[in-house]
C-alpha cells in the first residue's frame, strides 16, 4: 500500500481506521511517503506497527504529486497486489478482503489485468457519520483545461445494489487504485507529471499497456476532497507554476500520442481506441 502525505493532519486517523477495519490487518504493508512539518506527529502506537514504513521527507523538499508516487513505487517488493490511496480516507469493514475478492473475481473471469478504482463517496474529518454517502462512484470526464482533458468528477454507479460483481469503467482515480503489483513496474508515475490531467495520464497509459478498469459495485471507503483543513503544496512552494506548465507540456506530447520513453503510451492498444471509448479527444489542438 502506498501513501503519499503532504503536511495532513488526518494521516494518523487514516492510518488507524485503516488497519482497525481491515479483515487481515497484520498481512497488510503500508508505506508512507510523509512530507511533514518539524511540528507534524504521529501517535507511538501507529509507528511502532512492524508493517507500517515511514520515508520521512521535510515538506520543503517535496517536488509535488508525481514525484511522490514515483518514489513509492520504487519501494515495491514483488508484492501481489498494490493499493494507491491518499492520507485523507475512512474505510468500510474488510475492505481489503473486499478488493482482494473482486480482483481474482474477475482474474477467474478472464481479465487478465484487471484494476479496481473509484472516486470514492465523501466524508468531512471531525464529522464522519454524518457527512457520509454509502453510493460508490465511477469516474467520468467532466472538463478541459488548456485543450486538455484533465478534469474528471465522481457519478453515481445506477442500479448498484443489485449488481453482484464490479463495473467496467474508463478512467482511474489516483486517491483509490487497487492492481496487480506488476503495475509498478509496468506504469511508473512521471515524476514531473505535477497534479492536474495526471488521472487521464495514467489511464490512458494503463489502457495502452492492456489493463482494464473496473468500478467496485459495494462500498470500499469515502474520500475527503476538502483541502481547506491542511495546507497544500502549490500554498508552500512558490515554483509551482512552473512545475505545473512543465507537466501539461508533457501532457500534449502524450494526448497528442507522440513518443515518450518511459512515461509514454504501452505497445498493447493505441491511443485512438482509448478515445474511443470516451467518445471525445484527449486533446483539442486549438488551444
Not at 228 to 242: A, I, L, S, V
Request: charged share 25%.
Amino acid at each position: 500500500m502506498q501513501i503519499p502525505a503532504y503536511r495532513d493532519p488526518d494521516l494518523g486517523p487514516t492510518l488507524e481506521d485503516l488497519f482497525a477495519k481491515a479483515a487481515d490487518p497484520d498481512a497488510l504493508r503500508v508505506v508512507v511517503l510523509w512530507q511533514r512539518a518539524a511540528d507534524d506527529r504521529l501517535a507511538p502506537e501507529l509507528l511502532s506497527r512492524p508493517n507500517l514504513e515511514i520515508i520521512d521527507v521535510p515538506y520543503t523538499e517535496s517536488r509535488g504529486c508525481g514525484w511522490a508516487r514515483n518514489l513509492l513505487q520504487q519501494h515495491w517488493r514483488g508484492e501481489a497486489y498494490t493499493l494507491i490511496l491518499d492520507s485523507h480516507h475512512r474505510f468500510a469493514p474488510d475492505w481489503d478482503r473486499k478488493l482482494v475478492g473482486s480482483h481474482e473475481q474477475l482474474r477467474h473471469a478472464g481479465v487478465s489485468k484487471p484494476i479496481l478504482t473509484a472516486y470514492m463517496p465523501p466524508f468531512k474529518p471531525g464529522d464522519d457519520a454524518l457527512s457520509r454517502s454509502n453510493a460508490p462512484l465511477r469516474v467520468c470526464p467532466l472538463e478541459r483545461s488548456h485543450g486538455l482533458l484533465i478534469r474528471l468528477i465522481g457519478r453515481s454507479i445506477p442500479d448498484w445494489e443489485t449488481l453482484g460483481a464490479a463495473v467496467t469503467g474508463d478512467l482511474v482515480s489516483l486517491h483509490f487504485l487497487f492492481a496487480d503489483g506488476v503495475f509498478n513496474r509496468e506504469i511508473p508515475f512521471d515524476p514531473d507529471c505535477y497534479f492536474l490531467g495526471d488521472e487521464v495520464a495514467i489511464s490512458l497509459r494503463a489502457f495502452t499497456s492492456g489493463f482494464d478498469v473496473f468500478h467496485p459495485h459495494e462500498l470500499i471507503g469515502w474520500h475527503c476532497y476538502q483541502r481547506d483543513y491542511r495546507p497544500t503544496h502549490w500554498e508552500d512552494h512558490r515554483e509551482w507554476q512552473d512545475q505545473e506548465q512543465l507537466s501539461l507540456r508533457t501532457l500534449k506530447i502524450l494526448f497528442s500520442g507522440r513518443y515518450l520513453k518511459t512515461y509514454g503510451l504501452g505497445r498493447q492498444r493505441k491511443l485512438r481506441d482509448f478515445e474511443a471509448r470516451l467518445g471525445l479527444r484527449l486533446w483539442d489542438a486549438r488551444y
